[in-house]
């Protein structure tokens, strides 16, 4: 694709063009409220506007995305060619609506807060430029929502699954499984899926005290959530046993993501533990233990492989958890 960027200087051996009598200086560039939307404007122009706005505002990446996706459900919702003149209040009412109780898809508390964010700043914007007399996002509070903490296992819960694990390792019929997951889960945190995914060859166990997992994504969208994670010198200890018992050839866990489940669930029965133990609980465990022991929230959002907008919520819920009476 050719470089449609124009040179800053002319090419050398070219005479600058002079200005004519009638403009002795260059004109300023234009003011944004010179811009082509009107009143009549498609909801679909108006947002590609916005998206152009947000960029000229050097916002990050990962705000415009989420702000640029908020605005693009609304566009479905509503239609691409509804005008922005007729939009009211009541479309935005509707449309909070539907994501809350008529979508079918769950609405967590902090996305349905930043949803109603992007639109009063979409419509904020769009009244600041004049093109809309009246801003019909305005009206609309925002509603206090609290999101509901995720299960955790407190010390004496952890001490008593892994003990429980070991001595599956130790049992006549020995299985290593159950410790190595439990061991990865609460050392790294991270989701089933990045779980199912780990390949032998992200695995560094050569110094038990070091080992390392590389948690990598073949979609370059999720490239961003690539990182390398520290593992428990006992999951490199318990390793070899592992692979000498199942025999993987390519990925660490060749089985399905519910027979992971399945030892999870033994676990669980065998300790007392019931629903309180799952990938996500584990997940939120490892994230507790790590505030508790000093990492910063920015290092354990990194860890997690979660966006700086995901950590809005999410961040908070860690706080809570954190806070928690034993």
């Known amino acids: 694709m050719p470089n449609e960027q124009l040179p800053l200087f002319p090419p050398r051996g070219t005479k600058p063009k002079r200005l004519s009598s009638r403009a002795e200086t260059p004109r300023a560039p234009a003011p944004l409220e010179s811009t082509p939307l009107h009143a009549r404007s498609s909801l679909v122009a108006a947002i590609t506007a916005?998206?152009?706005?947000?960029?000229?505002?050097?916002?990050?990446?990962?705000?415009?995305?989420?702000?640029?996706?908020?605005?693009?459900?609304?566009?479905?919702?509503?239609?691409?060619?509804?005008?922005?003149?007729?939009?009211?209040?009541?479309?935005?009412?509707k449309f909070l609506d539907w994501l809350r109780y008529e979508r079918g898809v769950p609405c967590k508390p902090k996305s349905y807060?930043?949803?109603?964010?992007?639109?009063?700043?979409?419509?904020a914007w769009l009244k600041?430029?004049?093109?809309?007399?009246?801003?019909?996002?305005?009206?609309?509070?925002?509603?206090?929502?609290?999101?509901?903490l995720p299960d955790i296992l407190y010390d004496d819960q952890i001490a008593r699954l892994l003990e429980h694990a070991r001595s599956v390792l130790r049992a006549p019929k020995r299985d290593a499984r159950?410790?190595?997951?439990?061991?990865?889960?609460?050392?790294?945190?991270?989701?089933?899926?990045e779980t199912m995914a780990i390949r032998l060859r992200d695995l560094d166990t050569a110094d038990p005290r070091n080992a390392t997992?590389?948690?990598?994504?073949?979609?370059?969208?999720?490239?961003?959530?690539?990182?390398?994670?520290?593992?428990?010198?006992?999951?490199?200890?318990?390793?070899?046993?592992?692979?000498?018992?199942?025999?993987p050839r390519e990925h660490l866990f060749e089985c399905?993501?519910?027979?992971?489940?399945?030892?999870?669930?033994?676990?669980?029965?065998?300790?007392?533990?019931?629903?309180?133990?799952?990938?996500?609980?584990?997940?939120?465990t490892c994230a507790v233990q790590d505030y508790k022991n000093g990492m910063s929230e920015d290092q354990i959002r990194?860890?997690?492989?979660?966006?700086?907008?995901?950590?809005?919520?999410?961040g908070e819920r860690l706080r809570r958890l954190a806070g928690k009476p034993l």
């Open 256 to 284: 399905t993501a519910r027979n992971l489940e399945y030892v999870l669930a033994d676990l669980a029965q065998a300790t007392g533990l019931g629903k309180t133990l799952s990938f996500e609980s584990l997940r939120w």
């Open 50 to 93: 916005y998206h152009a706005q947000m960029r000229r505002m050097n916002w990050s990446h990962h705000t415009i995305q989420a702000f640029g996706g908020d605005l693009n459900l609304f566009r479905r919702h509503v239609g691409d060619n509804t005008p922005i003149n007729e939009i009211t209040s009541t479309t935005i009412q």
């Open 178 to 193: 159950p410790l190595l997951l439990v061991t990865l889960l609460l050392s790294t945190g991270i989701k089933k899926s």
């Open 113 to 123: 807060q930043r949803r109603l964010t992007t639109l009063k700043g979409f419509f």
């Open 302 to 314: 990194q860890k997690l492989g979660l966006t700086t907008i995901a950590w809005e919520e999410d």
């Open 128 to 148: 600041q430029i004049q093109v809309i007399a009246d801003d019909p996002a305005a009206p609309i509070a925002h509603i206090p929502v609290t999101a509901p």
């Open 213 to 247: 997992l590389f948690i990598r994504y073949d979609d370059a969208k999720k490239r961003f959530k690539e990182r390398k994670l520290k593992l428990a010198p006992e999951f490199a200890t318990t390793l070899p046993i592992y692979l000498e018992q199942y025999k």
